[in-house]
Each structure stands twice: as structure tokens, then as C-alpha cells.
């Protein structure tokens, strides 16, 4: 976000990731795990899965009271 020092090792792929995110208009913002509730629980349900890749055709029932308390922002205390 602020920039990429020249000598860091990785500048070019970097510097491709800033020129990409320009020509799409898009931005990058970091949310805490503590208050990405959603992510926190599919993180969760992936630990618990040996599977290398699982399709999910619905919402787990169990994530939808995440999905609203992240959509109005309501935080709650983690484990």
C-alpha cells in the first residue's frame, strides 16, 4: 500500500501486483481475523478436512450467523 523498496526480493512481482490492481481498479484492504468472523469459521472447517480441495454448493448453515454479524459488523469474542 505504501510503496515497494527497490531491493525488496520480490519487487517485480510487486510491482506487477500494484500495475494489475491499477488497471482493474481494484484495492486490497486487511481485516483482521478477529473481525472476519466468516473467514475465521471456513478457516476452521478446512482444518477439519483432510480433502485437498472441497466444493460447498450451499452456505453452511452453521456460517450464515457469521455472514450477518460480519455484514452489519458486529463483533463477537472469539475462542
Known amino acids: 500500500m505504501e510503496g515497494n523498496p527497490g ?4 519487487s517485480v512481482l510487486i510491482n506487477e501486483a500494484h500495475f494489475l490492481l491499477a488497471q482493474t481498479n481494484t484495492t ?3 481485516i483482521p481475523r ?3 468472523q466468516s473467514a ?3 478457516a ?4 477439519e478436512h483432510t480433502e485437498d480441495f472441497m466444493f ?3 452456505m ?5 450467523e457469521f455472514v450477518i454479524r460480519d455484514s452489519l459488523n458486529i ?3 472469539l475462542d
Open 7 to 10: 531491493n525488496h526480493p520480490q
Open 28 to 30: 486490497i484492504g486487511h
Open 34 to 36: 478477529s473481525t472476519n
Open 40 to 42: 475465521d469459521h471456513l
Open 44 to 47: 476452521r472447517l478446512g482444518a
Open 56 to 58: 460447498v454448493m450451499d
Open 60 to 64: 453452511p448453515i452453521a456460517m450464515r
Open 75 to 77: 463483533r463477537q469474542v
